[in-house]
């Protein structure tokens, strides 16, 4: 007989081996009698109210393969359980995703990581909605949708032993922590002992060696009692091996970051927010220390028109503190290419949303999922009730470490909210020891505040908290090796951080995301379309508030703020989304302005054809036929015989080479660029010739929707064969060169120079039939205005961003965002150029040169699977192919323009047409603004009883006073984004004091008389 065993490299293979053994006594099969029908696969999201009694077939035999990717279908199952059998479980093995309905209630989702489902105690009939769709591809044994359909292999019916389960997890989270500490000390994963390798384990923690030896003795307990004797040592060994009383708290906090689109259409993403609430609502009621966050209104909606019971069952939750309604916004927008209103209007929706679902407003704004943040955010935040902010993204930046987990953020404006992020893992948290050490190890502001936050369950479409999950966070609540593991609530975690502020630290400015840099291109037409409703809306709401017609439907805004997903407006989802998209945002658009011109519509014998301009500045008409300009008053509508039509100072003119009209003169050389510009007598610099066309070989080593390479932007190519210049016959009002161009062997277009009358800056228009494949196309301007700072147009307000080359911050921004217009200059800021365009969102900004992104034909995401079973005809594979029209503007840069030659207003007035309706005229008792050229009336949002709200926005950085004109007495109060009352003081002649970037809302009721 031997004595104890002195070979610590021979117990792990042996626990390995216990595990396994525990494993297999978990589920025991169960013979159970079913009978299977299913109703016919649909394309459209429909109720088990809409199946036919007559159109269930029963399903024989297995396997069964069934539906078109996205289809979507019934089964009704039919089954007797066992006498003896109080715990059965049924694993659902088919490929697509599946929820189980019981008594009109979801009551469970069935997925890749849910693969067996607790079946309803008493049940005897079970509906199933099935959607041919598998997207957790990232869960151990996910297979995705088969060949020909989804591929059902049979039901199986399992009992669950309690005991078993509970010893399986007590030992697999312990040896969990065995192998971590044994590669933080050893610097490589633990193995099992074979012949190759027999590490006598000479040097380890005692730890190590401490809990091997007592698991060692529980696998004794188990050999030589059964699995009873070694629960009871495991137990004894989270009791004796407690958390360090010193160390982190781990917050875990349940999630399911559920795209609304991405992978899938909308009715998917509807489909698994039903999906995924079903499986929370059972887990919540099974284990009590539960806590799930969720986000996104629109989901809930969504929820709560497919599955209303669900949705009342959810409240329930929310109202006993274990679901928690938090996010502030509507949907996760992109908060970079909306226009600052469209995503001010996210808040508010979302703080809507959350009103009524929790009976207040969310305290934290809840974006882990997002490709940049704009720096007027914390301004949003707290002008909408919402002090803190979390996300994860920052981490995925490619060249510079994001510094802090928590800190202070100052948007531009100076506004600041609390933050924490993710430093070490991301939102698809599933309670593993390696996430939960490096939370603690990376959490960088550790010495001020000792909890982390962890979002915990497959996001993107998984499903969200799996038991395992639950059961593992059960044991690191308290158990050395570990941090101390809870559940907790986000805006819990945030107000304990509260008070810490004074010291943390604090960053100022936007968050910039080192990564994912092509989706300010990426879909040219869908952005385009996102950008015209979002004007329409503009339009649509001018016209409102100068009848006093009260406020616009909300679904317009909800359908527009809804396209702000982070994975639609920026071209990230698969092409199904978009051939749905583009059709409904030009639809909405082209409503819009129907119903903007019937409200402003008036009868009788004073009817006449009007204009109508919803902007604070002038729009010129041009009259070419009689060589006449007019100018169309601000916020008002106008009969068009009653416009002061009057001749141009200095008629325009056209040669072969040049344009001229006495403001702006531009030649052109051979390839037809910009060889010399000349605007009010002064010579725009450049380094080389404007608007060269480059093209780019676009292939991302990763996410080619999303990514654009910093090596591709070293490979250009000019068009092939010579330019042809020719000149448009124009008027005395517009004068047009056109470039011909063969760009490559498959794709041409042409360029347009145009200047018009009277007016100090070129137009360029680009009309493109672009066929190249995995192609990125830029218009390169290499001025000579090399200042250390450029200013990007951002959502209320603009970014300065360095743009000289050699520090790494700057250098890894090869490609950026700007919201449709941008600025270079000197260093002193006193002479530069600006670009403004119509919805284009991408650039390179070095050295004084600015590389405009005007297409890129990327891959879409899933273009080549599944392609046996989808309905997408002959739309092509990559984004961008085919006929687009593009325009940008061009002009100096100075800073005593006046307002309406200030680029961030030119981006809106140049591509605004007015409005045409028949009726009288009519305006806004506002005539504009008095103060510096920076501060901008951006919209007007109608309200109740005649009132409005004005809403002013200061873009680059300066101070002063300002006043607001009225033809009319009003009263004047400040408001939020949420129409509250705010503490700033507007004059009663409309003056107010303004600081850097600061948005202002103006709620005005004018005084009857």
């Not at 809409?50 to 393969?65: K, M, T, Y």
């Not at 005692?206 to 529980?218: E, Y």
């Not at 009259?623 to 509508?637: C, M, N, T, V, Y």
């Amino acid at each position: 007989m031997l004595g104890p065993n002195p070979f610590q490299q021979v117990i792990y293979p042996r626990l390995v081996n216990a595990m396994q053994r525990v494993s297999q006594q978990i589920w025991t099969p169960v013979p159970v009698k079913f009978k299977l029908y299913q109703s016919p696969a649909r394309p459209d999201a429909h109720g088990l109210s809409d199946v036919h009694a007559d159109a269930w077939r029963q399903i024989n035999s297995f396997p069964w393969v069934w539906g078109r990717l996205f289809q979507q279908c019934w089964f009704r199952l039919e089954y007797e359980t066992p006498a003896a059998s109080d715990d059965l479980w049924m694993q659902w093995n088919d490929q697509a995703e599946a929820t189980l309905h019981h008594e009109n209630l979801p009551w469970y989702g069935v997925d890749p990581a849910h693969r067996r489902a607790p079946l309803p105690k008493g049940a005897a009939v079970l509906h199933v909605e099935s959607v041919c769709v598998q997207t957790g591809i990232w869960i151990a044994g996910a297979t995705g949708i088969g060949t020909g359909g989804s591929h059902f292999t049979g039901i199986q019916f399992f009992n669950r032993d309690a005991l078993a389960w509970e010893t399986y997890h007590d030992l697999a989270v312990l040896l969990d922590i065995l192998r971590a500490e044994y590669r933080a000390f050893c610097g490589e994963e633990l193995g099992h002992v074979d012949q190759n390798t027999r590490n006598p384990l000479i040097k380890i923690s005692p730890l190590f060696r401490r809990l091997q030896t007592r698991l060692d003795k529980a696998v004794d307990a188990f050999d030589r009692h059964g699995i009873s004797a070694m629960s009871t040592i495991l137990k004894e060994i989270y009791r004796d091996f407690p958390a360090a009383p010193h160390s982190l708290e781990a917050i875990l906090t349940g999630h399911a970051h559920i795209d609304l689109v991405w992978l899938w259409p909308e009715r998917v993403g509807e489909f698994k927010a039903v999906h995924t609430f079903a499986t929370m609502n059972r887990l919540l009621k099974s284990y009590p220390e539960f806590r799930f966050g969720y986000s996104q209104p629109a989901s809930y909606e969504a929820v709560g028109k497919r599955a209303p019971k669900l949705l009342e069952a959810v409240k329930d939750h929310i109202a006993a503190g274990q679901w928690e309604a938090t996010g502030a916004t509507y949907v996760e927008s992109d908060t970079q290419l909306a226009c600052g209103e469209a995503l001010a209007r996210s808040f508010v929706l979302g703080q809507k949303g959350f009103a009524h679902l929790r009976g207040t407003i969310s305290k934290v704004l809840w974006i882990p999922d997002v490709f940049g943040y704009a720096p007027c955010l914390p301004q949003l935040m707290l002008a909408t009730g919402c002090e803190a902010f979390f996300t994860t993204k920052l981490t995925w930046s490619a060249v510079n470490r994001f510094p802090y987990s928590s800190f202070n953020w100052r948007g531009h404006d100076g506004s600041e909210v609390l933050v924490h992020l993710t430093q070490a893992y991301g939102y698809n948290g599933t309670v593993d020891i390696n996430d939960l050490r490096k939370g603690a190890d990376f959490h960088q502001q550790a010495g001020v505040h000792d909890e982390f936050l962890v979002p915990t369950g497959y996001g993107d479409g998984g499903g969200g908290v799996t038991e395992n999950m639950l059961e593992r966070a059960r044991r690191f609540a308290s158990i050395t090796g570990a941090p101390q593991t809870r559940w907790g609530t986000i805006e819990g975690f945030f107000e304990r951080l509260q008070p810490l502020r004074p010291q943390l630290p604090t960053w100022q400015g936007e968050l910039f995301l080192e990564y994912h840099r092509g989706v300010h291109t990426t879909h040219g037409e869908l952005k385009y379309n996102f950008r015209k409703l979002e004007a329409s809306l503009q339009m649509w709401e001018a016209a409102k508030a100068v009848i006093g017609g009260g406020a616009i439907p909300e679904k317009f805004w909800k359908r527009l703020v809804f396209a702000q997903f982070h994975d639609y407006i920026p071209g990230s989802s698969i092409a199904e989304v978009y051939l749905e998209a583009n059709h409904e945002l030009s639809s909405l658009r082209s409503e819009a302005l129907r119903e903007a011109s019937q409200c402003l519509k008036s009868s009788g014998l004073e009817s006449t054809d009007c204009l109508f301009n919803p902007l604070a500045v002038e729009i010129t008409l041009a009259d070419e036929s009689a060589g006449k300009i007019a100018q169309l008053p601000a916020f008002s509508g106008t009969p068009t015989t009653a416009l002061a039509w009057n001749a141009p100072q200095q008629p325009v003119t056209a040669s072969h080479h040049s344009l001229n009209s006495g403001r702006v003169t531009l030649q052109l050389n051979d390839k037809g660029e910009l060889a010399h510009l000349i605007i009010d007598g002064e010579q725009i610099l450049c380094s080389a010739p404007l608007n060269s066309l480059l093209i780019y070989p676009d292939q991302p080593h990763n996410y080619a929707a999303w990514e654009i390479d910093r090596q591709a932007l070293s490979l250009p190519s000019q068009p092939i064969g010579d330019a042809r210049i020719e000149a448009i016959k124009g008027s005395h009002l517009k004068q047009t060169l056109r470039v011909h161009y063969q760009l490559t062997s498959k794709s041409t277009g042409f360029v347009d120079y145009i200047l018009e009358a009277d007016k100090p800056y070129v137009r360029i228009e680009y009309t493109l039939h672009w066929n190249d494949e995995d192609m990125l196309l830029k218009a390169w301007f290499p001025t000579g205005y090399t200042g250390r700072f450029a200013r990007f147009g951002a959502p209320f307000g603009s970014s300065l961003r360095q743009v000289q080359s050699g520090d790494p911050r700057a250098e890894a921004m090869w490609e950026v965002p700007f919201s449709r217009w941008l600025t270079v200059s000197d260093d002193a800021h006193r002479e530069g150029m600006f670009l403004v365009t119509e919805a284009k969102y991408g650039a390179t900004v070095r050295d004084g040169s600015i590389g405009l992104s005007l297409l890129r034909s990327a891959l879409m995401p899933r273009s080549d699977e599944n392609n046996d079973i989808r309905d997408l005809g002959t739309r092509p594979k990559h984004t961008d192919i085919g006929h687009h029209h593009i325009r940008i503007a061009i002009g100096k840069h100075c800073p005593d323009q006046t307002r309406s030659e200030y680029p961030a207003v030119l981006a809106e007035s140049l591509f605004t047409a007015p409005l045409a309706y028949q009726g009288q005229s009519c305006a806004l008792p506002v005539q504009g603004l008095n103060g510096p050229n920076s501060i901008n009336i951006t919209w007007v949002e109608p309200g109740r009883d005649q009132t409005f709200t004005v809403r002013i926005n200061e873009t680059a950085g300066r101070s002063g006073s300002a006043q607001l004109i009225l033809t009319q007495d009003a009263e004047l109060k400040a408001v939020d984004l949420l129409g509250r009352p705010t503490e700033k003081t507007i004059g009663d002649n409309g003056y107010f004091e303004f600081s850097p970037y600061e948005l202002i809302s103006i709620r005005v009721n004018p005084i009857k008389r």
